[in-house]
């Protein structure tokens, strides 16, 4: 089974950029489904964006215009670019793999990986 490591994270100031990987330990195209997902310091973990196979991409609405999830399959990996970071973003972030798009972003299962920490800071 492919697995997904997650890297990128870092500290930057409000309205400032970041990109996330999620880097596969196999082929990419084996995973039908990558969804980026986020914990903040108290809060649940919620999801982010996902992006299939064929390209159909979804994003929470408190994403939307700000964050752009790709696909390069000839590099294995799914990227979260991050632009207009506010201070609200900073969570640890997670990707995941799955085999529906419904499911990556309601249900996406139990079991995670270490995640990048996103700090968005003056």
Do not use: H
């Amino acid at each position: 089974q492919v697995q997904l490591v997650e890297s990128g994270g870092g500290s930057v100031q409000p309205g400032g950029s970041l990109r996330l990987s999620c880097a596969a330990s196999g082929s990419i195209l084996s995973v039908y489904v990558v969804g980026w997902y986020r914990q903040a310091p108290g809060n649940q973990r919620e999801w982010v964006a996902s992006i299939t196979r064929g390209g159909t991409i979804r994003y929470d609405d408190s994403v939307k215009g700000r964050f752009t999830i790709s696909r390069d399959n000839a590099k294995d990996a799914v990227y979260l670019q991050m632009n207009s970071l506010k201070a609200e973003d900073t969570a640890i972030y997670y990707c995941k793999g799955g085999d529906s798009l419904w499911e990556s972003i309601v249900e996406p299962g139990p079991t995670w990986g270490q995640g990048t920490q996103v700090i968005v800071s003056a």
